[in-house]
């Protein structure tokens, strides 16, 4: 079965509590995955909370850090000290790929070395050939299909044959990372996703839409695939 992870993109400390125990209290998502969006109004044009709000409010579920942030570094160290599931960080950060020292690697050692799952996420224009010297090393590639930073914006298309791409580099390089989807996911797309070979998708808006029934909206997006 497809696995849907629900993405939690929050501003304010009111909204990230209220979103987060509407996932505790729901039947789908109370014993899983959330996916949390940190964002630092630099690497995207929009600010999240900190991790200090999310240590506020301690929950059973498995974390994944999505950090949309030109340096990330020390926001990573935080996570390891909050005990996150899996860190997931942009191949485009400044000073990811710049000067004598690879902080991609380093980084990746770092969470290898917590036991957190590590990541790199791919924004819509960027070539996947950035990432192919780190399919050794990462636990998941997250293929971005919307511009980092704002939920609610339309899938785009590209991306469908950018997951196909990867899935044939993984196969070809019998490489064992997953890959997972990240925007714009909806019950009009979700089988044309899946069908692409992605392992699992983030989910933001189309789950808290509506009267927030995230339970209702979810059976919408599995009965589509």
Same mark, same amino acid.
């Given at each position: 079965m497809m696995q849907i992870i629900p993405a939690v993109l929050?501003?304010?400390?009111?909204?990230?509590?209220?979103?987060?125990n509407k996932l505790v209290l729901s039947?789908?998502?109370?014993?899983?995955?959330?996916h949390i969006d940190l964002a630092d109004n630099k690497f995207v044009q929009n600010q999240t909370i900190d991790p200090e709000i999310i240590q506020k409010f301690p929950t059973n579920l498995r974390k994944e850090a999505h950090l949309m942030m030109k340096h990330p570094m020390q926001t990573i160290?935080?996570?390891?000290?909050?005990?996150f599931n899996r860190v997931i960080i942009h191949i485009e950060s400044?000073?990811?790929r710049s000067g004598p020292v690879d902080y991609i690697r380093d980084?990746?050692?770092?969470?290898?070395?917590?036991?957190?799952?590590?990541?790199?996420a791919i924004k819509p224009g960027t070539s996947l050939s950035w990432l192919e010297p780190y399919f050794n090393e990462v636990d998941v590639v997250l293929i971005m299909s919307i511009e980092p930073?704002?939920?609610?914006?339309?899938? !785009? %298309?590209?991306? =469908?044959?950018?997951v196909k791409q990867l899935v044939k580099m993984r196969s070809n390089?019998?490489?064992?990372?997953?890959?997972g989807v990240d925007g714009g996911v909806k019950d009009k797309n979700v089988k044309q996703i899946a069908d692409a070979g992605a392992d699992y998708l983030v989910v933001g808006s189309y789950l808290f839409q509506g009267d927030g029934? !995230? %339970?209702?909206? =979810?059976e919408k997006l599995r009965k589509a695939l």
């Open positions: 929050a501003t304010s400390e009111q909204q990230y509590r209220e979103d987060i039947k789908s998502f109370s014993e899983g995955w959330v160290y935080k996570l390891i000290n909050l005990q400044d000073n990811m980084e990746l050692w770092d969470l290898e070395e917590a036991q957190i799952e590590s990541g790199l930073g704002f939920q609610g914006q339309p899938f !785009i %298309d590209d991306s =469908l044959g950018k390089g019998n490489y064992q990372f997953k890959i029934d !995230i %339970d209702k909206n =979810l």
